[in-house]
Structures are given as structure tokens and as C-alpha cells.
Nanobody, 120 residues
Framework: QVQLVESGGGLVQAGGSLRLSCAAS????????MAWYRQAPGKQRELVAG???????NYTDSVKGRFTISRDNRKNTVYLRMNSLKPEDTAVYYC??????????????WGQGTQVTVSS
């Protein structure tokens, strides 16, 4: 099994910055894609940014130029640097990974979520 622990959320004023981290642990054989999603109250969960094991990235249009996703494969950790935050970025942020445990098949794993609140 793979466990994901997120950190770095909090309350910030508009224009401020935050850095989210998500560390994977457990009986990990390999991790492929890693991603950050978010879900605002009353809205569906949406993909914010994704990164492949090789470092290719993709972003939803609303965060392009403001957010940066990165990963450290040695630490099994994915990061999301968020700059120029806006009130509409307020949401619970979840990390997700596609991983394989020893003796198991590829599966998707989710973190517990971390709250990001941006005040105007």
C-alpha cells in the first residue's frame, strides 16, 4: 500500500504564496504520474497540475504562469508552488499519484487533502 501525506496549506492574503508538499510512503516499487487536484465548496474536483516521472508538466488554464508543480523522485514527493494567489484559488487541495507497490499492480492513491484559503 501507498500512503500520501500532504502539508503546506493555510490562510494567505490575495497576492501571496504557498507551497504544498505531498510525500508518498509505504511499500513503493515505483511512482509514475503525480498530480494536484482541488475542490472548492459546491464545485467538482478539478485537476490543477500534473507531472510525469520524466518531468513533463501540464496545468489547468487558470493557474498557468502562477503555479509550478515539481517532484523529487528520490523522496517520492510532489510539490506545488502557488504564487499570486487569488480568492478563487480557495479550495481543498489533494495530491494524487499513480503508483505500484511491491507484489501489486498499478493503482491510484489520494491524499487526505489540505485546505488553502485566500482572503481578499
Amino acid at each position: 500500500q501507498v500512503q500520501l501525506v500532504e502539508s503546506g496549506g493555510g490562510l494567505v492574503q490575495a497576492g501571496g504564496s504557498l507551497r504544498l508538499s505531498c510525500a508518498a510512503s509505504g511499500n513503493i516499487f515505483s511512482i509514475a504520474d503525480m498530480a494536484w487536484y482541488r475542490q472548492a465548496p459546491g464545485k467538482q474536483r478539478e485537476l490543477v497540475a500534473g507531472i510525469t516521472r520524466g518531468g513533463s508538466t501540464n496545468y489547468t488554464d487558470s493557474v498557468k504562469g502562477r503555479f509550478t508543480i515539481s517532484r523529487d523522485n528520490r523522496k517520492n514527493t510532489v510539490y506545488l508552488r502557488m504564487n499570486s494567489l487569488k480568492p478563487e484559488d480557495t479550495a481543498v487541495y489533494y495530491c494524487a499519484v499513480e503508483a505500484r507497490s511491491y507484489g501489486s499492480t498499478w493503482d491510484d492513491y489520494w491524499g487526505q487533502g489540505t485546505q488553502v484559503t485566500v482572503s481578499s
